[in-house]
C-alpha cells in the first residue's frame, strides 16, 4: 500500500502558512495597518472555509452521523482530524483480514500498440485512503489557488510599498509560493489520472521535477508583473484582474449555454438545482482562481458526465500562453514608462527581460514534459510538437496577405506554349513585314 505522502505535505503547508498567516496579521495590527491586517486574515480564512467544505462534501459527512467530525470541521480542524484519520487507517491496515474486495481493472500502457488488462483486488482500507488522498488534492488546488496566490500578491505588494523585507514576511511569501507551486502540480497530476481513468499510470521523478519547474516559473513571474503594474497604476489594477478572472469565469459557462445541453444534475444525489448551481458557480470560481495565475490542467466542460475536458487541445493551450505572454509584455512596458521613485535603484530593462526570459522558460519545461516525460505521452493522438507546428501553420496562413495577379500582356496570350524569347522575336518580325490579317480585313471592309 503506498504511503500517504501527499496527504501529510499538504496538511503541513496548510499548518504553516495559516498559522504564519496568523502571526503576520498580528504584526500588522501592533504596527496600526488595519488594511494589511484585515486582507491578511480573508485570505487566510477564505481558502480555510472552503477546505472545510471541499472536505465534507468528498466524504458525504452530511448524510452520514458522524457531529465529532462535524464540529471539528466547524472549529476549523478538519484536515488534521483526516490525517490521523489516514496514519491511522494507513498502519493498522493489513493486520485483519477484509471481509469485503472490489476488484477493478487497469489498463497497462500500451507496448508495440498492444495495451493489456490488468485486475487487481482493492481492499476497504485502500479504497478509504484514495478517497483521503483525492480530497487533500483537491484541498490543496484550493488552498493554493484562493489563498496562497492573492497572499503572496498582497505581501510582495506590501513589501514593494514599504521597500523593506521582514524575516517573517519572507518566510510567509516561500511558504505561500511554495503551496501555490504545490497545488498546481496536484492540478496537473488530477488532471492526468481524470482523463485516463482507466490506465494504471505512475508518475515518474522526470515528470515531477518538470512540473515543478515549469509552475515555478510560471507563478513566480506571473506574481512579480502583477506587483510591478499594481505599484505605479493603481486605478487599473481592478480592471486587468476583473477581466481576466470573469473571463475566464464565464467561459465554461458560455460553452455550456452554447451546446444547449441539459442541466447537470448528477453531480449528488442530495443536492437540489440550487445546491447542484452553487457547487457549479465555486468549481467555475476555483477555475477562474488557477487561470488568473497559470495554466489551469483540468479543463471544465459543464456539459460531460464528470464536468472534465478529457480532450488534449493544443490549440486552446498555445492561445492561452500566446495571450497571457502579450498581457506580461504589455504590463511590463507600462510599469516601465510610468515607474516611480521606488524603482531609482532598479536597472528596469533588465527586470523586464529577465521576467520575460522567466516565463520563457517556463513554456520550455511545460514543452519538456508533455513531449518527453508525460506518463500517457503514448495515448496521445499528436505530440505537442505537432500540434503547436500545425498552430502555428495556420496562424501563418490567416496572417499571409493574399497574392496579387499579375497583369497579363496580350502578347503572352497570343505566343503559343513552349516558344522561346528567340522565337518569339522571329515571330513578331515576320508578322510586322507580312501585316496583321485582322488589320487587312477591317480595312478592306
Known amino acids: 500500500m503506498k504511503f500517504p505522502g501527499s ?10 502558512e495559516t498559522g504564519t498567516a496568523l502571526y503576520l496579521s498580528s504584526t500588522y495590527r501592533s504596527a496600526g495597518d488595519r488594511i494589511w491586517q484585515a486582507l491578511t486574515l480573508l485570505f487566510a480564512l477564505l481558502p480555510c472555509v472552503l477546505v ?21 470541521h466547524i472549529l476549523q ?13 494507513y498502519f493498522h491496515a493489513g493486520r485483519f ?4 474486495v472490489s476488484i477493478t481493472k487497469k489498463r497497462q ?8 488488462e490488468v485486475e487487481k483486488e482493492v481492499g476497504q482500507a485502500e479504497g478509504k485512503l484514495f478517497t483521503h488522498r483525492s480530497a487533500f488534492s483537491r484541498a490543496s488546488v484550493i488552498q493554493a489557488f484562493l489563498g496562497s496566490a492573492p497572499q503572496l500578491t498582497l505581501q510582495l505588494y506590501i513589501c514593494v510599498l514599504q521597500q523593506e523585507i521582514s524575516a517573517a514576511r519572507s518566510i510567509f511569501m516561500v511558504l505561500s509560493l511554495l503551496s501555490i507551486v504545490y497545488g498546481a502540480l496536484r492540478c496537473n497530476i488530477l488532471a492526468i489520472k481524470i482523463k485516463y481513468d482507466d490506465y494504471d499510470i505512475s508518475v515518474k521523478a522526470a515528470a515531477y521535477l518538470c512540473i515543478f519547474l515549469w509552475r515555478s516559473f510560471e507563478i513566480a513571474t506571473r506574481v512579480v508583473v502583477l506587483v510591478l503594474f499594481s505599484s505605479v497604476l493603481q486605478i487599473w489594477v481592478l480592471p486587468v484582474v476583473l477581466l481576466n478572472f470573469f473571463g475566464f469565469f464565464f467561459y465554461p459557462w458560455i460553452l455550456f449555454w452554447q451546446s444547449k445541453s441539459p442541466f447537470p444534475e448528477n453531480i449528488e444525489k442530495a443536492l437540489t438545482r440550487v445546491g447542484t448551481t452553487i457547487v457549479l458557480c465555486l468549481l467555475t470560481f476555483l477555475y477562474a482562481g488557477i487561470n488568473m495565475f497559470c495554466w489551469s490542467a483540468v ?6 458526465p464528470d464536468l472534465i475536458n478529457k480532450s488534449q487541445n493544443w490549440y486552446r493551450l498555445a492561445v492561452y500562453y500566446v495571450l497571457r505572454f502579450i498581457e506580461n509584455a504589455f504590463l511590463l512596458l507600462l510599469w516601465y514608462v510610468y515607474k516611480t521613485d521606488i524603482y531609482l535603484y532598479v536597472c528596469a530593462p533588465l527586470l523586464v527581460l529577465q521576467l520575460l526570459i522567466g516565463y520563457c522558460m517556463a513554456i520550455l519545461f511545460m514543452l519538456v514534459f508533455y513531449q518527453f516525460c508525460h506518463p500517457c505521452k503514448k495515448l496521445f493522438s499528436s505530440s505537442i510538437s505537432e500540434g503547436l507546428l500545425s498552430c502555428f501553420k495556420y496562424l501563418c496562413f490567416a496572417c499571409k496577405p493574399p497574392k496579387a495577379t499579375a497583369p ?28 496583321n490579317p485582322h488589320q487587312s480585313v477591317s480595312s478592306n471592309a
Open 52 to 72: 472545510q467544505f471541499n472536505l465534507v462534501f468528498i466524504h458525504r459527512d452530511l448524510s452520514r452521523d458522524r457531529p465529532l467530525v462535524l464540529l471539528l
Open 408 to 435: 497579363v500582356d496580350k502578347a503572352d496570350l497570343k505566343s503559343p506554349d513552349g516558344i522561346d524569347d528567340d522565337a518569339q522575336d522571329s515571330y513578331k518580325t515576320n508578322e510586322s513585314q507580312n501585316g
Open 299 to 304: 479543463q471544465l466542460k459543464l456539459n460531460d
Open 97 to 100: 483480514e477484509e471481509p469485503y
Open 109 to 116: 500502457m500500451p507496448k508495440d500498440g498492444h495495451s493489456e
Open 7 to 16: 496527504v501529510l505535505v499538504s496538511l503541513l503547508l496548510f499548518v504553516a
Open 77 to 89: 480542524l478538519g484536515p488534521i482530524a483526516r490525517c490521523v484519520e489516514v496514519f491511522y487507517i
